[in-house]
């Protein structure tokens, strides 16, 4: 059973680290968001955006009951549908602005540390709304998943190498031959134990 949720989350671990890569890169090229509206009690968008190089949780609330829009290009979020998603091409932009000038604002309160980005515009941008977006570099998440595939690789590295050198005759520990030594004997190289002889399987 333990054995049956290792490759479980060995397989999980894999595929949101396949996924991780895929929308690290595409995120160069396309930014995009898909946002859940909730409607009770208060309006609220919760929204799952990708931006150059990282992934961004937002979180949306209409505080007060918004004005009248002079212009129809942001609706309020009670005006929104359940599930809205929206896909576009990362705007070229010279160089030398930064890449959160890509899809921020400018003048929005933004507080970066090791490559996490806080936005808290309450309110803003929308007058009567608050909203809060945390951005996680790709690249943490790539590590995050990266870490339980490594270690299983690393573990089947060193079961091979055991049962290879138990095969031929080779101390455990470091490697030394010891088809001259007889069992119970110490490695002359490291003094591990000479394990007995292990008898060939028939399939050998
Ligand atoms: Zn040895």
């Known amino acids: 059973m333990r054995r049956f949720t290792s490759i479980v989350f060995l397989f999980v671990s894999l595929l ?4 991780v890569t895929a929308m690290w890169i595409r995120s160069y090229f396309r930014q995009e968001w898909i946002a859940l509206a909730i409607r009770f009690p208060v309006p609220r968008l919760f929204t799952l955006g990708s931006f150059p190089g990282r992934l961004d949780l937002g979180f949306d609330q209409e505080t007060t009951p918004p004005p009248p829009q002079p212009d129809l290009s ?14 576009d091409h990362v705007p070229r932009l010279p160089p030398s602005l930064s890449i ?14 090791l490559g996490f980005v806080w936005v808290n515009h309450s309110p803003a941008p929308l007058p009567g709304n608050c909203s809060y977006s945390l951005m ?8 995050l998943f ?43 190289e490291c003094g591990t134990l000479v394990p007995p002889v292990t008898k060939p399987t028939s399939s050998a």
């Open 136 to 143: 996680i570099p790709y690249l943490y998440l790539l590590v």
């Open 74 to 87: 942001l609706p309020p979020f009670s005006a929104y549908p359940r599930w809205t998603t929206y896909s």
């Open 16 to 19: 949101c680290l396949l996924a």
């Open 146 to 188: 990266a870490i339980l595939p490594l270690r299983t690789a690393y573990h089947l590295r060193l079961k091979h190498r055991r049962l290879y050198r138990l095969k031929h005759r080779l101390c455990s520990t470091c490697g030394y031959d010891l088809r001259a030594h007889a069992p119970g004997d110490k490695c002359p």
């Open 100 to 113: 959160h000038s890509y899809y921020l604002p400018q003048g929005v309160p933004m507080h970066q540390f």
